[in-house]
């Protein structure tokens, strides 16, 4: 049982949309910079990925109240266009939305925590009222027409690629028809400090892989894939051009925030994936690293690669330099960069690495590549607590 | 693909961490809250480690530990937990030093304690498990998710799986939730009290983890048959068809049900679509609540599969669990449970 790739949709610090996405990778436009929309802290002097738009812009594109968490706004604006992109009308198709998030509300929550914290007063105490993470994926499935099968997960960084595998398997075990699956995260100032406590924010932009590299940038937003068993795909006007061949999730078992210095999660996550598309390492054409630009998780995940395809490693790159880290929304909407690389056959730049890391044999790619033929693509998505998953998409023949 | 209970542990309002006895007393909990009755949890963790942990960690990382020993499998072919608001007081506890502390940078222990991930990514390292890990956080179908993950992982073939459910009360949550006036007082803890309901609900906590196998054994708890998750279902009759679809797509006749155990939880309002259903499906069943025993909260359904798989391998039906019809042995068990939109049912039956 295969499933396929029948729509996408994406926001980040990027594009708005599919289109915008695709001319910014081109361009070689990272969406890092100063930010604008978060106030309050002194993490503030931080770079981010982030969108700008107000959240009442948000809402107006989303078609949602704008007293919504960003999150849901987010994912609402993401999930409507991969829907819309599908074609598909759901009537009669057992479908469902399957979501994740490691912040859910926790925009709106934090504003009035601090006040109440500070003064003890429930002020606007109508913003934690969306504040778990199933509440983002309830305000946008209703209006999406979903019934009966919805879900959310939050395994931290590895959050959307597992809810991309979760739809997946549903499909090829006869539960659902089509899924709607990916995730979603909005900038807070609760991660941005979080991971400033972590001292793994660099206050510059980005550079995963260099052997400089001085940390991550935190980033926002929301990546969907449309996925259909084959008795739908067969139906689509639009035949679909792309399917999910492999996946495997793995734990590192090391340790709560710290990857092993092998990186033996990432390899069962590979591996994992690997076997299950019965693809030789050869075939791989591009890896959609996880490269977070951390000292520890570049350098487990390049191990870990390094373990795996031995000399021939393919060419690889982080889009992160991009995004920024945008958490439980990353594995969804570098899913979308992996099909982009296989329907547009290109593969996009590493920005900003300049000194490739000493320890490892092989450097990601730093120049836009366009013509290529790109047949599989492997595309990584670790997280804290060990969780590491893996997504490989292919080229229908 | 049925699925066989091995092993099982509770940490609960209720004394329900020793497997050895079936709710031998019940303890009633004045005011709004129902909190946990926590073991001495010395045998299970090192000290190091235990002092690092908040109590949702143990009280969750504990009943899976207690679950794993109950069932003597010692290698987990997966691990998957639910979970609806995750780690509330280490959340809570970083917002506070957010707010609050002047200096340069914060200290991250809550910070990092504070993924919804947390629990499962405790239990993986303890138990030295690399295998699938997930955690599901989505309201009323966080644990009914986490089951439906370990129903598709044994038919891609793991045989042992943990898979549990936890949710704490915090602190300032509650008290936000208070505000919102969602609880009212536990004045009379009585069964019946729950059928006619009031306004509001009993705050409740806890964690139960099973371990659920492929292969069948001496000794097991019970069968799950079956979990379905119902979004936001229009009306009662629609309730009403998607359970009787999900039974006969497992060949179970109404008729064959012996309990239903209700996710009744006491709030006259919430509650009426789980009397008109037991009205117009379940007539003739035993009718059991646990709501009044462990609180509401997103994963309470876990405390209700803990209570059928006690009551299937007992066979037996603890007088304080039943709330009407008392005649039933039970064979097969329906647990209906609903949280807000979130409507759901697993299905039951004895070894």
Redesign the interface.
């Known amino acids: 049982m295969e499933v396929y790739i029948a729509g996408k949709g994406i926001i980040s610090a990027i594009g708005l949309n599919v289109d915008e996405t695709l001319q910014s990778l081109r361009a070689g436009k990272s969406g890092i910079g100063n930010q604008t929309n978060l106030s309050g802290?002194?993490d503030n002097h931080l770079p981010t990925g982030e969108i700008k738009l107000s959240n009442a812009e948000l809402a107006t594109m989303a078609g949602l109240s704008a007293e919504y968490s960003r999150t849901a706004l987010l994912s609402m604006i993401a999930a409507k266009e991969a829907m819309a992109d599908s074609g598909i009308h759901i009537n009669g198709l057992r479908t469902g939305f399957i979501s994740a998030t490691?912040v859910?509300g926790?925009d709106k929550?934090?504003q009035f925590?601090?006040s109440?914290?500070?003064d003890g007063e429930?002020k606007n105490?109508e913003q934690?009222?969306y504040?778990?993470?199933?509440?983002a994926?309830?305000l946008v499935?209703?209006p999406l027409g979903?019934?009966?099968?919805?879900?959310?997960?939050?395994?931290?960084c590895s959050s959307s690629a597992?809810s991309i595998m979760?739809a997946a398997?549903?499909i090829k075990?006869g539960?659902l028809d089509v899924a709607i699956a990916g995730g979603a995260d909005a900038m807070s100032?609760?991660t941005l400090?979080?991971f400033?406590?972590?001292?793994i924010l660099d206050e510059n932009y980005c550079t995963p892989y260099d052997e400089n590299r001085k940390g991550l940038n935190l980033g926002e937003g929301a990546g969907y894939v449309v996925l259909v068993s084959e008795k739908v795909a067969e139906r689509l006007l639009k035949a679909p051009t792309v399917k999910l061949t492999g996946y495997a999730?793995?734990?590192?078992?090391?340790?709560?925030?710290a990857s092993s210095p092998e990186g033996?999660?990432n390899y069962?996550a590979m591996q994992g994936a690997l076997k299950m598309s019965g693809l030789e390492t050869t075939a791989i054409d591009y890896i959609n690293l996880h490269g977070t630009g951390t000292a520890n998780n570049d350098l487990s995940e390049g191990m870990a690669i390094q373990r795996i395809f031995g000399e021939q490693v393919p060419k690889s790159s982080s889009t992160k330099a991009f995004t920024g880290h945008t958490l439980g929304a990353c594995g969804g909407i570098e899913a979308i960069f992996s099909i982009m690389a296989i329907e547009q056959k290109m593969i996009f730049p590493n920005l900003r690495l300049k000194t490739p890391m000493k320890e490892l044999s092989f450097a990601p790619v730093t120049e836009l590549m366009e013509g290529v033929e790109v047949k599989n693509v492997l595309s990584n998505s670790f997280?804290?607590?060990?969780?590491c998953s893996s997504l490989i998409f292919s080229k229908v023949n | 693909m049925e699925l066989y209970i091995k092993g099982i542990g509770c940490i609960s309002p209720q004394l329900t961490y020793d497997n050895s006895v079936f709710l031998p007393e019940i303890k009633k909990h004045s005011g709004n809250r129902m909190m946990c009755i926590e073991p001495d949890y010395a045998p299970y963790f090192e000290a190091g480690s235990l002092r690092r942990m908040s109590r949702v960690v143990k009280f969750s990382a504990g009943a899976a530990l207690i679950a794993l020993k109950d069932s003597g499998v010692t290698q987990l072919d997966a691990?998957t937990t639910g979970t609806?608001?995750?780690l509330l007081e280490n959340?809570?506890k970083?917002?506070?030093s957010?707010?609050?502390s002047t200096g340069?940078?914060?200290?991250?222990t809550s910070?990092?304690?504070?993924?919804?991930?947390?629990v499962?990514?405790?239990i993986?390292?303890i138990?030295?498990?690399?295998?699938?890990?997930?955690?599901?956080?989505?309201?009323g179908?966080?644990f009914e998710?986490a089951l439906?993950?370990t129903r598709?992982l044994a038919?891609?073939g793991a045989t042992n799986v943990l898979v549990g459910a936890h949710d704490e009360i915090s602190e300032?949550?509650f008290a936000?939730m208070e505000?919102?006036h969602v609880f009212r007082n536990n004045e009379d803890a009585e069964i019946k009290a729950y059928e006619k309901g009031g306004n509001g609900v009993v705050a409740g906590e806890g964690a139960a983890f099973f371990i659920l196998s492929a292969t069948k054994g001496e000794g097991d708890y019970g069968i799950l048959v079956d979990n379905a998750?119902?979004?936001?279902?229009e009306s009662t009759i629609e309730v009403k068809e998607?359970i009787e679809e999900f039974l006969e797509r497992n060949k179970v006749g109404l008729e064959n049900i012996d309990v239903v155990i209700s996710g009744i939880n006491g709030d006259a309002k919430s509650d009426i679509l789980s009397h008109e259903i037991n009205h117009l499906l379940f007539a003739h069943q035993t009718i059991v609540l646990f709501k009044h025993l462990c609180g509401e909260y997103?994963t309470a359904s876990s405390f209700g599969f803990w209570l059928a798989a006690k009551m299937l391998i007992a066979q037996q039906i603890p007088e304080s669990v039943i709330l009407k019809n008392r005649h039933r042995r039970p064979g097969y068990i329906l647990l209906y449970n609903v949280f807000q939109?979130?409507h759901s049912v697993m299905l039951l039956k004895a070894c």
């Not at chain 2, 340069?104 to 991250?108: A, D, E, F, H, I």
């Open positions: 802290r002194r490691t859910g926790m929550t934090e925590m601090t109440y914290i500070r429930f105490i934690v009222l504040h778990d993470s199933g509440a994926t309830e499935a209703e979903i019934k009966h099968f919805v879900s959310t997960i939050s395994t931290a597992n979760y398997r549903l075990t539960v100032l609760f400090s979080g400033n406590a972590l001292m999730n793995a734990n590192d078992a090391f340790h709560q925030t033996k999660g069962l997280g804290f607590g060990g969780n | 691990i609806g608001y995750g959340s809570e970083f917002l506070k957010m707010a609050e340069p940078v914060l200290s991250p910070f990092i304690q504070s993924t919804h991930n947390t499962g990514a405790t993986a390292l138990t030295g498990c690399n295998a699938h890990n997930n955690t599901f956080s989505h309201k179908f966080s998710s439906i993950d598709l038919v891609e300032k949550t936000l505000k919102l998750i119902f979004y936001n279902p998607l997103m939109n979130d």
